[in-house]
């Protein structure tokens, strides 16, 4: 297939070059030039990338970004091809989502949220999970491009769907994992090694996905950025507007936004959200430490 990829980071190069290895013809822009992966073809703008394509596949980094690459200067609607199909794997705002997909169906475009789940690692091997909204018959026409990126799909219902399952997966995501740092911290405060803790956690109910992910990060002191702080940020403002637009209460949420406001001002926006520990361990006067199996 014809795909238009925009938005190279940390998740979209990786998913732009596995279409490439899957034999698409990929013409890919990023903000930043430079980061093409092998075998696609750069172009000079939004625009440029989407004209003749066949699908238009986003990923970059919050609403405002996905509005400038779709409706600003040299963007996509100026050469969206009818018929086209637009897929975002960005994580931005339901209700904006759904005011996208409008204005793109003007011009004759069909519309997909596709945000993911599977981290760097995932990117990188082709097994990130998609959580789509959108039409079934949609989904179908796009599902040689999801395997080329992806184990698996989850339809969640109409266009803005995907996009509110991601804030409900991100949402829980937070909280484990603060959890989990809470619990580190308090056991090293004790005397517990964290090594031996996180043994006990995986022979029980507490086990978790974002436990075993993280746990290895955490005791080898490893903060790189597979999931930036400044994105989980980002999408837990996302959850908490939505949240408001509802009038939800997420009383567990705002306290964890605090932790993530002022790991922001100590500047850990750019480490990976697990970093968030470094706080508690600070306010505790401890480090935690152990040796990952």
């Not at 980071?9 to 698409?24: E, F, S, T, Y």
């Not at 050469?79 to 931005?92: E, N, P, Q, R």
Request: charged share 20%; hydrophobic share 45%.
């Amino acid at each position: 297939m014809r795909v238009a990829f925009l938005g190279l980071g940390i998740m979209g190069r990786p998913m732009a070059a596995n279409l490439v290895k899957a034999g698409h013809e990929v013409a890919v822009w990023n903000r930043t030039p430079g980061k093409e992966p092998d075998g696609a073809q750069a172009a000079s703008s939004a625009a440029e990338a989407a004209r003749e394509a066949e699908v238009v596949w986003m990923c970059v980094a919050d609403t405002a970004a996905v509005e400038q690459v779709l409706f600003g200067k040299s963007g996509v609607e100026e050469a969206v091809a009818s018929g086209a199909v637009v897929v975002d794997s960005s994580t931005i705002s339901p209700s904006a989502t759904v005011q996208y997909a409008g204005r793109l169906r003007a011009r004759g475009a069909e519309y997909v949220d596709a945000p993911i789940t599977g981290s760097k690692l995932g990117a990188e091997s082709g097994q990130l999970i998609f959580m789509a909204g959108g039409a079934e018959e949609t989904l179908a026409r796009l599902q040689p491009l999801f395997s080329a990126m992806g184990k698996a799909v989850f339809r969640m219902g109409d266009v803005g769907k995907g996009q509110s399952a991601k804030l409900a997966m991100n949402l829980m995501i937070a909280l484990t994992y603060q959890g989990f740092a809470e619990g580190l911290t308090l056991a090293t405060k004790l005397g517990v090694q964290a090594d031996k803790l996180l043994e006990l956690i995986n022979a029980t109910m507490v086990r978790s996905g974002v436990v075993d992910y993280k746990g290895p990060f955490v005791l080898r002191r490893d903060f790189s950025p597979n999931f930036p702080l400044r994105l989980m940020h980002k999408d837990i403002h996302l959850m908490l507007d939505a949240a408001r637009e509802l009038r939800v209460k997420l009383p567990g949420l705002e306290t964890v936004e605090e932790i993530y406001e002022i790991a922001t001002e100590e500047g850990q926006s750019d480490l990976d959200y697990a970093a968030t520990i470094a706080l508690l361990e600070k306010w505790a006067g401890v480090e935690v430490k152990g040796v990952p199996a």
